[in-house]
């Protein structure tokens, strides 16, 4: 464990040296640490305040109190968090939640840990938020919190347009031309560029509008939906519909659990056009300054070759993918090879080479995808695997999303408790649980997957995808089928050698052997996410961005959503649930600036 930056313990129930606390009333005792705590904070009486928690405990924050992503851990870092920001935020109006879903609730997570969860709304200076608490018994039948969230979810002054303040004015003709306007930003500039038109970006563009900030998203491809679109023909979602909604408008009763790539580009083209956002397509960006005097870009916007618009904005946004260019191994000899050699960002269909053999270098979700679509239209298929993978069911994975992530289950309470717990929490939770499903529910896809030869791992530190999604943005394997074909031997795998170079008829490997192959796809990701930034805005920017994605020192994902180490420039990096839920931190965080809400030079902990 030396080498492990998160080594916290598990507040179980044998270190806390008590028993199964089943018989509490749940309410009662959330009801009395909530008057306890809401009475320290009036008073702002930091020492009492964190008298309430574990000496090991955390309080996590998302831009409630520090207009950042947070975790304080241990009673020193969270007075430090209090003494530095509990006057400032003006912490408010403490209440217990207790609607359905949301009220008190006593969970046994696991034989030997037991907490208790409860909610509670709060207000501060300008907004108001839900607050997720843990609470842990301790032997003198006291209860103290191991976590605290609060996190912010609405600003006061500027709410969203939704519901009763949207739009109830009757429009007699004019809609069209309005629309027309808007859009081409005849009259004005806009106060934020989104770079990218795939979900994280107009997710974000949708957020920022809705919040009162003028948004323009701009996109080199010639249709809204095309980042999706233009990927190869057999990528579907491996996360369920439950967990991938979209905000402001969720997909319709009759969507299917996975979604096809295809359908999720057209989606996103309507989503677009029924949310009324600003997208100006087939442009790119071909010029950018700032002025630290006045903090703004200028952007010169080069429309299709039609039109070039310079633009004045305070704010641009990255939504250009959770990675930067596609990374190709550089291997020897590829002049020498007689077939085709692709990225899979570059691959479209096996239908293109039925009849050929081909070869996938690369073990992860969109190898597998690319293999199991050569298996399906018989080509001669085998996959290289560089080093070993995690492979988890789709019935695994909707089983751990499911409980709250359903039908019933309200969208934003699920987001709000799937970021409830700090990741150290999170990890050690990961690491009772992944190989408990490998034991029981992929037993057999796993030990049937190592009769074949094809190396598997449990993720880094034993927990995970969702370690490996968070730390490296992949490294994983969904199975949606692939491993029954690898197991059935119908895709072939060939590890434990180098590539030494390509020949004339396919791959060279140290130990002598030869694949022959007329198709060769690299599923070997992509680079850092910084890399289009930097051919955007410069060296110069791009050396102030220390890092984008990955976990910093506290858990948190580093540079995205959140400021990333120069001012009016972010990046929307994610999944669809992370965008779904990160998007309007990212959009109260611009229009906290934009009204002077927000400084951060302000904020020092």
């Not at 998302?62 to 920001?85: H, S, Y």
């Not at 993720?459 to 490296?472: F, I, M, V």
């Not at 994983?476 to 491993?483: C, E, F, L, N, R």
């Not at 959140?562 to 965080?589: K, P, T, V």
Request: proline fraction near 4%.
């Amino acid at each position: 464990m030396a080498t492990d930056s998160f080594p916290q313990r598990l507040p179980t129930l044998d270190r806390l040296g008590v028993t199964d606390p089943s018989n509490v009333s749940s309410s009662e005792v959330a009801t009395e640490w909530l008057d306890a705590f809401s009475a320290a904070i009036t008073q702002s009486d930091t020492a009492a305040v964190v008298d309430l928690f574990l000496e090991d405990g955390f309080w996590k924050d998302v831009i409630a109190l520090t207009w950042d992503f947070r975790t304080f851990e241990g009673r020193k870092d969270i007075r430090k968090l209090l003494d530095a920001r509990l006057v400032a935020t003006g912490l408010n109006e403490l209440r217990l939640l207790q609607e359905p879903l949301n009220e008190p609730v006593l969970q046994k997570v696991y034989h030997d840990l037991v907490w208790l969860r409860f909610c509670f709304g709060f207000t501060t200076k300008h907004g108001e938020g839900t607050a997720v608490v843990y609470l842990v018994p301790l032997p003198d039948s006291k209860w103290k919190a191991y976590t605290l969230l609060t996190c912010l979810n609405s600003l006061t002054d500027f709410p969203q347009k939704l519901g009763p303040l949207r739009n109830w004015e009757t429009d007699h003709g004019s809609w069209e031309e309005k629309r027309r306007q808007e859009t081409e930003f005849s009259n004005n500039d806009p106060t934020v560029i989104v770079i990218g038109a795939g979900h994280s970006g107009l997710e974000t563009a949708a957020s920022l509008k809705y919040i009162g900030v003028p948004t323009l998203v701009i996109d080199k491809k010639p249709r809204v939906g095309d980042s999706w679109r233009d990927r190869y023909k057999a990528l579907c979602l491996h996360d369920t519909i439950w967990y991938n909604q979209t905000p402001y408008l969720k997909f319709p009763p009759t969507w299917p659990v996975y979604t096809p790539a295809a359908k999720l580009a057209d989606w996103l083209e309507a989503y677009a056009s029924f949310l009324e956002l600003d997208v100006w397509t087939a442009s790119t960006i071909t010029k950018t300054s700032w002025n630290d005097s006045t903090k703004t870009w200028s952007v010169e916007v080069n429309r299709g070759g039609k039109d070039t618009r310079v633009l004045t904005v305070k704010h641009l946004v990255f939504a250009t993918g959770s990675g930067g260019r596609p990374n190709v191994p550089d291997i020897p000899g590829k002049a020498s090879f007689k077939g085709s050699a692709v990225h899979s960002s570059e691959f479209k269909s096996a239908a293109n080479h039925i009849g050929q053999k081909a070869i996938v270098i690369g073990c992860c979700n969109s190898a597998h995808d690319i293999a199991q679509d050569f298996c399906s239209h018989g080509v001669d298929i085998t996959m290289y695997q560089r080093s070993s993978t995690f492979v988890i069911s789709t019935k695994s994975v909707a089983a751990m999303l499911g409980d709250i992530y359903n039908d019933d289950f309200p969208t934003e309470l699920a987001d709000t408790y799937d970021t409830s717990l700090p990741w150290a929490v999170v990890r050690r939770l990961l690491q009772r649980m992944v190989p408990m499903v490998a034991e029981t529910t992929d037993k057999a896809i796993l030990d049937g997957l190592a009769k074949v030869g094809f190396k598997t791992n449990l993720g880094l530190h034993g927990a995970g995808n969702t370690s490996l999604y968070l730390e490296r943005g992949g490294g994983y394997y969904i199975d949606t089928g692939a491993s029954k074909s690898i197991i059935d031997g119908n895709i072939k795998i060939k590890n434990g050698s180098a590539i030494e170079s390509f020949t004339e008829n396919g791959l060279r490997f140290a130990d002598g052997t030869e694949l022959q192959a007329d198709i060769i796809v690299f599923a070997t990701g992509y680079g850092d996410p910084r890399d289009f930034m930097r051919e955007v805005c410069g060296d110069e920017v791009a050396s102030k961005i220390t890092r984008v994605w990955g976990l910093d020192e506290e858990g948190q994902t580093a540079g995205a959503w959140r400021y990333c180490g120069h001012d009016g420039l972010w990046f929307a990096n994610g999944d669809l649930a992370l965008s779904r839920f990160h998007s309007l931190h990212l959009a109260m965080q611009i229009k906290a600036i934009e009204e002077g809400i927000l400084n951060k030079a302000d904020i020092v902990i």
